[in-house]
């Protein structure tokens, strides 16, 4: 299994929404998956998704009503966090720790490691960040992760994943909204 893991802060309002999307297909499945549709799609390779609101939207206003997307079996999620006020390793750490709670203990498991793929945050060390998410996962869950933090600038799996925050952000940030969008809503953990 493999989960890939975005953020979208209001610091000055104390929150944060922390999600992404979990996968039993492989890194390269999702990233040709992504790859292929913004080419159907009309999207220049290069172009990361989030990079301009012409992008993204296209792809989201797209995918919401693509077949293929509704057979790419993925489960999507979306944490809000209050009194987030600042950017602190150890306060992530503490939301990342009680959603991989929640995840774990809602899917049924049954392999031998976890990869985690986490966009880039604001931290110092990412080797020491990396590693006590691994340990915590070791001891509490007795499997194996791999916790990587990556940059979506070249990860498509990434940038995926930064669009279904957006909808989770969406709900939990802006009054107007009451309800996810059908298309992420059906796959909602």
Excluded: C
């Amino acid at each position: 299994m493999i989960i890939y893991l975005d953020e979208s802060k209001r610091i000055w309002k104390g929150e944060i929404v922390i999600g992404g999307f979990l996968s039993f297909h492989n890194t390269h499945y999702i990233d040709t998956f992504v790859k292929n549709k913004k080419k159907e799609f009309g999207i220049p390779e290069k172009i990361e998704l989030k990079s301009t609101n012409k992008f993204w939207k296209l792809f989201l206003d797209k995918i919401s009503f693509d077949k293929d997307f509704e057979k790419l079996k993925i489960s999507t999620f979306g944490y809000h966090f209050e009194n987030y006020f600042f950017d602190s390793s150890e306060t992530y750490m503490n939301f990342l720790i009680k959603i991989f709670i929640k995840i774990f203990e809602e899917i049924d498991f049954w392999g031998n490691k976890i990869i985690i793929v986490q966009d880039n945050i604001n931290i110092s060390d990412n080797r020491v960040f990396e590693n006590k998410i691994n340990w915590f996962i070791k001891k509490k869950f007795w499997f194996k992760s791999e916790f990587k933090i990556r940059n979506s600038k070249n990860i498509l799996s990434l940038q995926f994943a930064d669009l279904i925050v957006w909808e989770y952000k969406k709900l939990y940030f802006f009054d107007d909204v009451n309800f996810l969008e059908e298309y992420i809503l059906t796959k909602n953990l």
